[in-house]
């Protein structure tokens, strides 16, 4: 597989600029290998990343790009597991955060709380949970184990929210 390697310095002050790169790594789907970043090759992936590296100038710093492929298959297998489990460890924050998801609406179901703000306030959230969830997706070209149970969780999150929206809407009408 051919990859494409990042190393960079940035003067230590201020550190927001450190925070950032590191942000916009990240938010690539970049992992920290031993003391290089690295990312899939790909077009689009160069062009991010030579984006990010003139912010990097910017802030005073260098960068050291690089595309290639590694020299032997247990290194090529460790990358690929430190993608896994970094896209794994997203997507159970994503599962986690749709049963918060489950637990407020079971609670305002519990004290009978069906008013339209409830119904506005889950829906903002649902709409961030799958927002999150195509932002991982898209960072996710190893295909990670946790991504199936993410999308299920979501759907369920969607059928939930749409049965309390009814609820309330069927007590409105009551008033």
């Known amino acids: 597989m051919k990859w494409l390697f990042i190393s960079y310095t940035v003067p230590s002050n201020p550190s927001r600029a450190r925070v950032f790169i590191w942000r916009e790594l990240k938010k690539l789907g970049a992992i920290n290998y031993q003391t290089v970043w690295v990312l899939p090759y790909s077009k689009e992936i160069i ?16 960068v050291l790009l690089a595309e290639g492929k590694v020299l032997n298959k247990e290194d090529e297998e460790k990358i690929l597991n430190a993608f896994v489990e970094a896209r ?28 339209f703000a409830e119904v506005e306030e889950n829906e903002e959230e649902l709409e961030k949970l799958k927002a ?5 997706e898209k960072r996710d070209f190893v295909n ?9 969780k979501i759907k369920k999150c969607t059928r939930v929210f749409e049965e309390f929206s009814k609820r309330v809407y069927k007590e409105a009408q009551k008033e």
């Open 47 to 62: 062009e991010k990343v030579q984006n990010l590296e003139k912010t990097i100038e910017n802030y005073g710093g260098q």
């Open 88 to 115: 794994n460890k997203e997507y159970q924050e994503v599962i986690e955060k749709c049963e918060d998801f489950f637990k407020e609406i079971s609670f305002e179901i519990e004290r009978q709380n069906f008013i």
């Open 132 to 136: 999150w969830l195509k932002k991982v």
């Open 144 to 152: 990670a184990p946790l991504k199936k149970e993410a999308i299920e």
